[in-house]
């Protein structure tokens, strides 16, 4: 398989596959940042689920894909330093503020950046159009973070430094996306920088939940927080495996603007799921958000 997708990297099948990825690691994406804000405290939920992905991954890069070349171990450690920054801010930022109000801003600031830093690294150029695309995406991203601002009437007293913290879990989101490219455009097979940085990346949260949950007066039963666990690991490997994987085949920007469609679908799960109010603006802004998905993949 590893043969085949590397065939398709720079044609006009892997960009729709790219295409394909990003918008299932989207959807995925959406759903994993609800089971990390559902009822568990976000860095017990964030904990169990890196636990569980860095267990499920461990086989597979001990004993399945072919072992990392020497080159890769500084852009592992470099990986693992910034993913647990950004999931550091993005837990504080679930602590403070509602997961429709963070969501948004961490969405929204992440793919600007991103096509820059893809820009400097990769040397990707969008087009006047995509410009537009992005400017009416994140006018509807942005927009919904307004309007969540204005209208919210629970936890206002935190509701600042939830939003700096949404803001600066945002630029590591570009940080990410960018390095994490890099990293999977310089390993041999792609499936060995996957199972290898699944596997290292769930070395820190947990750790960092079992000094929470040691702090806490009512800790979770354990069955339910195992299934979410496992749960979230499992959906973790499909959404970020799925972006990791279309910012090889295809431009780094593009798969990262289109990701940030699981706005959309955050929103939906923020309804349907977790019960906050979605209203007739909230579902206008969401639509400029997909229209300037579509804007950005149509102008290139």
């Known amino acids: 398989m590893s043969n085949w997708l590397i065939s398709l990297e720079g044609t006009e099948a892997g960009h729709q596959l790219a295409?394909?990825?990003?918008?299932?690691?989207?959807?995925?994406?959406?759903?994993?940042?609800?089971?990390?804000?559902?009822?568990?405290?976000?860095?017990?939920?964030?904990?169990?689920?890196?636990?569980?992905?860095?267990?499920?991954?461990?086989?597979?890069?001990?004993?399945?894909v072919p072992w990392p070349a020497p080159h890769l171990w500084p852009i592992f450690a470099g990986a693992w330093v910034i993913h647990t920054g950004y999931k550091l801010l993005q837990a504080q930022a679930?602590?403070?503020?509602?997961?429709?109000?963070?969501?948004?801003?961490?969405?929204?600031?992440?793919?600007?950046?991103?096509?820059?830093?893809?820009?400097?690294?990769?040397?990707?150029?969008?087009?006047?159009?995509q410009w537009l695309g992005v400017a009416v995406l994140l006018s509807g991203i942005f927009g919904l973070a307004l309007y969540n601002l204005a209208f919210l009437t629970t936890a206002r007293d935190t509701l600042v430094p939830a939003l700096a913290l949404a803001f600066g879990t945002g630029l590591f989101v570009a940080l990410y996306t960018t390095y994490d490219a890099y990293g999977i455009r310089a390993a041999a097979d792609p499936f060995t920088f996957l199972a290898w940085f699944f596997m290292i990346d769930g070395i820190a949260m947990p750790l960092l939940a079992l000094r929470h949950l040691r702090g806490m007066d009512r800790r979770p039963a354990p069955g339910p927080l195992i299934l979410r666990g496992i749960s979230g690991g499992l959906v973790a490997?499909?959404?970020f495996g799925a972006i990791l994987l279309a910012t090889r085949l295809d431009k780094v920007g593009e798969a990262a603007v289109l990701r940030e469609t699981s706005t959309v679908f955050a929103a939906l799960i923020g309804w349907l799921v977790l019960k906050e109010t979605v209203g007739p603006r909230r579902i206008a802004l969401m639509g400029l958000i997909a229209l300037g998905a579509v804007i950005v993949e149509m102008g290139g």
């Open 94 to 129: 679930y602590t403070k503020g509602a997961y429709t109000v963070v969501y948004p801003v961490v969405r929204g600031t992440g793919p600007l950046f991103t096509v820059i830093g893809a820009w400097l690294i990769f040397g990707e150029i969008f087009t006047p159009v």
């Open 237 to 239: 490997f499909f959404s």
């Open 19 to 64: 295409l394909a990825l990003a918008v299932m690691a989207a959807a995925l994406h959406a759903v994993f940042g609800a089971l990390q804000k559902g009822r568990h405290d976000p860095w017990i939920s964030r904990g169990a689920i890196d636990g569980a992905y860095g267990l499920m991954a461990a086989p597979f890069a001990l004993f399945v």
